[in-house]
């Protein structure tokens, strides 16, 4: 196989392997496509690279400017690359195997307040052209707030999986992996609305000929479902409606106050870990800074030193 297509093979491989995303696809080949392309400029391509090409790659991105965040993620799609040439036998060895990257930056997650959320929430229940709109973004809201879901996992989310008015949700996350996911009573009272009136929907397109949608949030578009990007500037109308910095409001952000208020009242990580759908416990573990200030109290109120 020639280095040039090597690329296209490992994403072949990880598509069938490991269900990735199509999203996660395009981030992997475009920081190849970039490394392809430097190491041509320099007389090389994937199947002649040494270890100090690689090197010699990343010191140039560091040279560029370019964030720990980002060199970190294209020192990885580098090393998962060469681990598929080797195990295909395109290579007999691994140029990158023994380098270590800069790591990644740990920044807390921007949060939301309990009190701008509910803000948030009650402004979701009046925005919209119509009251189809409001239904359905009242919905998205409840439903996202009270199971921390990704939008990804949100916005596709099939109407089968919210049938019977159920307690829990079964959500398809990263990698094809399965997870039950709670819904609170606004929730799942939100969730009936919406259904009701999408059903309506339905039962007219249906009379018309059309075939229905198997998305809990349909949309004419390409995908068959409201995009992420027609989500993320709803939220933001949402949010300046609300009185809410929009700038401080995301898809993400409303995730993060999911997992920051759980912690905040008692749940512990592993929890967390599982609802959010984390494979590794650090990746939860961010959400520690939250803990501060209520170990502070219950040192002050149970440890006998801490009494005046």
């Known amino acids: 196989m020639s280095s040039d297509r090597w690329t296209s093979a490992f994403l072949d491989a990880i598509a069938a392997e490991r269900g990735a995303a199509t999203n996660t696809l395009v981030a992997y080949e475009r920081d190849l496509d970039h490394v392809q392309s430097w190491l041509t400029a320099h007389g090389s391509d994937f199947a002649q690279a040494r270890r100090e090409d690689v090197e010699a790659y990343l010191v140039d991105c560091d040279a560029q400017g370019l964030s720990r965040a980002t060199r970190a993620r294209r020192l990885s799609a580098i090393k998962q690359l060469y681990r598929f040439a080797f195990e295909e036998g395109l290579r007999e060895d691994n140029p990158a195997v023994q380098i270590t990257g800069p790591g990644r930056e740990k920044k807390l997650p921007k949060t939301l307040t309990p009190e701008e959320v509910d803000r948030l929430l009650d402004a979701a229940q009046n925005h919209g052209r119509n009251t189809g709109d409001q239904i359905r973004n009242s919905c998205l809201m409840q439903v996202l707030y009270a199971t921390g879901m990704r939008v990804s996992e949100l916005v ?153």
């Open 156 to 308: 596709s989310l099939p109407v089968s999986a919210t049938r019977g008015d159920p307690r829990m949700l079964l959500v398809r996350g990263k990698g094809g992996k399965e997870r039950m996911v709670p819904l609170s009573p606004p929730a799942r009272r939100a969730l009936r609305a919406w259904l009701a009136l999408r059903d309506e929907i339905d039962e007219i397109a249906q009379s018309q000929g059309k075939v229905p949608s198997p998305f809990l949030f349909p949309s004419r578009g390409k995908a068959g479902h409201l995009t992420r990007h027609a989500f993320y500037n709803q939220i933001k109308e949402i949010a300046v409606k609300a009185g809410v910095a929009p700038e401080k409001v995301t898809p993400h952000t409303l995730r993060h106050a999911f997992a920051t208020h759980l912690l905040a009242n008692g749940a512990d990580l592993r929890s967390i870990q599982t609802l959010l759908g984390h494979a590794d416990l650090a990746t939860t573990e961010i959400y520690t800074h939250v803990l501060e200030e209520r170990l502070k109290d219950l040192v002050l109120e149970h440890h006998p030193l801490a009494e005046e």
